[in-house]
């Protein structure tokens, strides 16, 4: 492409050479041509006068010869004969013969407007434009007899121009090829012009359909992912069913075996055992594969999500082990949920044994919950309504995942793991769940960091309690356009999200990419009262390490943090101190009027973030 | 200077002529030509007609003057002596002699035969074969014609030329002269 543009640039200078040059050069050749055609024109004109004038002379000088005889003895009758047979030659227009004295003695003249001198003079009239004249004396010996005067036109001008028209016509083609030369050329460096921007315009087309083209694709990429999802439920689904059905039949013949004790010996029980334990394995995956597909027939009674986490806790001490240490964090207060409490804790067993699954050094497996709301533009993109939702978060500290793999984790089959290992059904046990209950999984993770892996079960609404909507009761509180905000996200949408909402909140906003850009941005304006920072950045300076720097160069800056994580996962993997302000992503437009106010109003924010 | 004087010295003679040739101009188809003009005419002739005539080696060296015999009398040879003073024939002067008819001189060029009937064709017959252009009138009725022999023809001095008789006389006549000629005898 560079290359490409490189060319171009250089035809372009040609081009523009050319374009100068050869006017130029067009011009010069015509011009010398036109010089040469009149210099020959001149030459020929030049030679042909003097072979006119030697010839007219000649004639004169035979005319002069052969009339002396007719002069010395007075014979004008010969002498008229003399004279009038030079009108032989169409050119001569007078032709007369004067005596010793000048006085005419003999003439002819072609046309009667022809002047003739009376008497001639020894200075004979030099010729002038297209009449020569021509006088010879007389002699025959010594002795002066008369004068011969002749008068002759040179070929006319036309005529001879006749004679130059090949010559003109071939200086005028000359001319004409290269003027038409230069024309054509001048055309051609035009068409080119055209032709560049034309291709500039193009390029700029290609690029904003590009754009377009992408937009569209990773659109279209999100509801491929659905709609597989859906389609690999049907699939699942079907069989799965019917599987169901057949292992329901196996293990209760197997069950009527076992009852009948006579009929087989203490070897056949063990045999039976052995067949049931396979049967009961075979129906727990099928049992996975119809959750995934939202086809297991579910028990949804509203629940306490704080009480079952509680109640989980021995058996996720067993499952992780000693190497992982596990904290809780649950919310005060938190809504019930209606739900299928038996599959939540199968959901929650699936991610914590991930979580190991991830964390082989050990490491820390943190369990929050929150009442959170999402809103209207989060839900459109997610496919989910938007409204009040229980927040349960599993973060680790693990190896975390790389976006392929993560775009493909929900996907039921799909594992990382060795054979025998992974089944790739945990995470499609979760989706399918959490689906079939209403709610939204979602996937936070970093190569390296960890992962946080969100539940949202929709908040259960008993017709006997209130709809009291905490957050948006109060009224949201606006900001002053006097508290400029620094803005620092990488990703472009989140930004733009924020961004929007803190304009539309009255604030004055800036924005960053990178840690490094949003250092500039601190320098260049001293005015920035707050720095709205992820908390995971790219570039080399992380969300805590630019608050550091940015705290050093202006101590009065207020700092609030924003991740993906679970607040408090981050908090306890000691990537974030405990109390700093921080809101976790998805925010809403009311969550983030309410922290960003009350970080500039000073006051401690955790308690609620921890809320949230 | 000296063109100028001869110019003057030539011009009583060439006033003649002009006026002769105003007045033939004039007379051409009413009236015969005047005689004393036409006598004129055929003095002033006979040194015209040098430059036309070529003479044997010898006959005409550069230094020697134009040789005009006149021998015998009549209106024309009254009028030569004036008619070639201040000329030059072929840058020779000319010279006027009057001889006696029967010794002609030696050192003629020109032979003027003024005499009538066989007197006239005597003198010829004595000049045969000496290169001597020899000029007749035949207004003198002679018996014999010279090598050019004047003629009056619609009132115009002409003049006839006898090849052979010149032929004898080894001299040659350009052909300029003999176009003029009312009439060539051809060579034998
Ligand atoms: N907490 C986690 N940390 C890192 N990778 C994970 C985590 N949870 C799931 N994965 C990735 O997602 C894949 C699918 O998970 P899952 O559906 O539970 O199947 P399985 O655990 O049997 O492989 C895993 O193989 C693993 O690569
Ligand atoms: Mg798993």
Known sequence: ?612 | MRRKARTVAAVRLLLVAIAACLLSLAATHARAQTPSVEYAVKATYLYKFAPFVEWPAGAFEPSDPLVICVVGNDPVADLVDEAVKGQAALGHPIEVMHPGASSPDARCHILYVALRGAAAASLLERVRGKPVLTVTDAANEPRATGIVNFVVQDNRVRFEIDLRAAAENHLVISSKLLNLASRVSPKP
Request: net charge negative.
């Open chain 1, 1 to 612: 492409m560079i290359q490409e543009r490189r060319t171009e640039e250089l035809h372009g200078v040609l081009g523009m050479e050319r374009r100068n040059f050869m006017p130029f050069v067009a011009a010069a050749g015509v011009l010398l041509l036109l010089l040469a055609g009149a210099v020959i024109v001149l030459y020929n004109e030049q030679t042909y006068r003097e072979a006119k004038t030697q010839q007219v002379e000649a004639q004169s000088r035979i005319l002069a010869s052969t009339v002396s005889a007719a002069l010395a003895f007075d014979d004008r009758k010969a002498a008229h004969e003399y004279v009038k047979a030079l009108a032989v030659d169409p050119q001569i227009q007078t032709a007369a013969v004067y005596g010793p004295q000048g006085q005419l003695f003999a003439s002819y003249s072609r046309s009667a407007d022809v002047a003739l001198p009376a008497k001639i003079s020894e200075a004979a009239p030099t010729p002038t434009g297209e009449q020569l004249v021509v006088t010879t004396p007389v002699r025959q010996g010594m002795a002066p007899l008369g004068t011969v005067y002749l008068q002759t036109t040179i070929d006319p001008i036309s005529r001879r121009f006749e004679r130059y028209a090949v010559l003109a016509l071939l200086v005028t083609m000359a001319s004409l090829i290269f003027v038409m030369l230069g024309v054509a050329q001048r055309q051609l460096a035009a068409a080119n012009e055209r032709l560049r921007r034309q291709g500039h315009d193009l390029v700029d087309a290609n690029e904003k359909l590009r754009a377009q083209i992408e937009q569209r694709e990773t659109a279209e990429a999100a509801l491929r992912q659905v709609q597989k999802m859906e389609a690999m439920g049907q699939l699942t689904g079907g069989i799965a069913h019917d599987f169901n059905n057949l292992l329901q039949v196996i293990i209760g013949s197997l069950e009527v075996l076992q009852r009948r004790q006579q009929v087989v010996g203490d070897d056949a029980k063990r045999t039976i055992a052995a067949a049931v334990r396979g049967a009961e394995r075979a129906a727990t995956l099928t049992q996975r594969l119809l959750a995934f597909a939202r086809r297991q027939p579910l028990n949804p009674k509203p629940i306490d999500v704080n009480k079952l986490v509680t109640g989980m806790s021995e058996l996720l001490h067993r499952t992780l082990g000693e190497s992982i240490t596990i904290e809780t964090v649950l919310a005060g207060g938190i809504w019930r949920v209606n739900a299928d409490a038996n599959q939540l804790e199968n959901a929650l067993l699936n991610l914590a044994v991930n979580a190991r699954d991830a964390m082989d050094k050990g490491g820390k497996l943190t369990i929050e919950t929150a009442n959170t709301h999402l809103d209207e533009a989060y839900a459109h993109t997610n496919e989910i309504d938007p409204g009040q939702y229980v927040l349960i978060a599993v973060s680790d500290t693990g190896a975390g995942m790389p976006g392929d793999v993560l775009s493909k984790a929900f996907e039921p089959f799909f594992t990382t793991k060795d054979v025998g290992k992974g089944s790739g059904l945990g995470l499609s046990q979760v989706y399918g769940f959490i689906k079939q209950s209403e709610g939204h999984a979602k996937i936070y993770s970093e190569p390296g960091e960890g992962t946080t892996i969100k539940l949202y079960l929709p908040r259960f609404m008993a017709s006997s309690e209130a709809t009291d909507l905490p957050l948006e009761a109060c009224g949201l509180p606006a900001g002053q356009s006097d508290r400029l905000v620094l803005v620092v996200e990488d990703d472009a949408d989140v930004r733009a999200h924020a961004v929007g909402i803190l304009n539309e909140l009255g604030y004055s906003v800036l924005e960053a990419a990178d840690g490094a850009a949003a250092l500039q941005a601190l320098d260049a304006h001293p005015g920035i009262k707050l720095l709205f920072t992820d908390v995971g950045l790219p570039g080399g300076l992380n969300g805590r390490q630019l608050a550091d720097e940015a705290r050093r160069r202006c101590p009065n800056l207020l700092v609030l943090y924003t991740t993906g994580y679970a607040r408090n996962a981050i908090v306890h993997q000691g990537r974030l101190d405990p109390g700093v302000d921080l809101i976790t992503k998805p925010f809403t437009f009311a969550a983030l009027a309410t922290k960003v106010n009350a970080v500039f109003d000073g006051r401690e924010g955790s308690h609620r973030a921890s809320a949230l």
